[in-house]
C-alpha cells in the first residue's frame, strides 16, 4: 500500500476531495517525524511505538570480499507495535490457516531445520 491508496481509502471514508485528503495525510506524518526528533519516541496506543536508538561504531565484514570494514555509529528508527495490530495480525495468520485447511490445501508450518545426514568416513573411503 502506498501513500496515494492511504488517501484514496481516507477520502472516501470521510467524503473529503483527495487533494484537501492528500495534504492531511503529510502533514500528519511531518507531524510524526518532527516529532520523533525532537522528542526521540511517540507512543499512539493500539498502534505501536516508534522511537530512535543509537547504534554504535563497530567492525563489520563485506561479504563480497570478506575484508573488515568500520561502521560508524549512528542513530536509527525503531518500531514495536501495538497490542492491537499484534493481535489483528496474528488474527490475519489463523484465518489464512483456517481458508487453507478449508480448501485441504496443506499449509507449511515452521519446521525446525533438519539434522544434518551422519556421515560414514569408511564408506566415501570404499567409493573410491
Not at 13 to 31: H, S
Not at 54 to 70: F, H, L, Q, S
Amino acid at each position: 500500500m502506498t501513500k496515494k491508496d492511504i488517501v484514496r481509502t481516507i477520502a472516501e471514508q470521510i467524503d473529503l476531495p483527495q487533494l484537501r485528503t492528500k495534504e492531511l495525510v503529510q502533514k500528519t506524518f511531518d507531524a510524526l517525524i518532527d516529532a520523533l526528533v525532537k522528542e526521540g519516541r511517540i507512543e499512539l496506543r493500539n498502534f505501536g511505538v516508534f522511537q530512535i536508538k543509537r547504534r554504535e561504531a563497530r567492525m563489520a565484514r563485506n561479504p563480497r570480499t570478506g575484508e573488515k570494514v568500520p561502521v560508524q555509529a549512528k542513530s536509527v528508527v525503531t518500531f514495536k507495535p501495538g497490542k492491537e495490530m499484534e493481535a489483528r495480525v496474528r488474527e490475519l495468520d489463523r484465518e489464512m490457516i483456517d481458508r487453507a485447511r478449508a480448501e485441504a490445501t496443506p499449509v507449511a508450518e515452521p519446521r525446525p531445520p533438519a539434522a544434518p545426514a551422519p556421515t560414514d568416513i569408511a564408506d566415501r573411503s570404499r567409493g573410491s
